[in-house]
């Protein structure tokens, strides 16, 4: 069983969507809408811009908790000082 090919959603220069076979990829393809010609380019694609809003999100993420563990636990060592002052 082969696995399905994989497709990428890219604008052409007219905004439309056009979808994009991953075997086409960095060809100049002409847009079926307004035969525009425009390079189907991976970093372009809606995906791939998906997946970088995503990777940034996580990072940001990631972040927060790990500013907010250091915050409780500098909380926690500030507290048990004073209270065995």
Not at 37 to 59: I, M, P
Not at 61 to 69: C, D, N, P, S
């Amino acid at each position: 069983m082969t696995s399905p090919v994989k497709h990428y959603r890219i604008s052409c220069p007219s905004d439309h969507i056009v979808t994009v076979p991953a075997t086409l990829l960095d060809e100049e393809l002409i847009c079926p809408q307004c035969n525009s010609r425009f390079l189907a380019d991976l970093k372009a694609s809606v995906e791939y811009t998906d997946d970088q809003t995503e990777r940034a999100a996580y990072q940001w993420l990631v972040t927060a908790i790990g500013t907010v563990a250091v915050l409780v636990t500098a909380g926690v060592i500030a507290l048990v000082s004073q209270l065995f002052r």
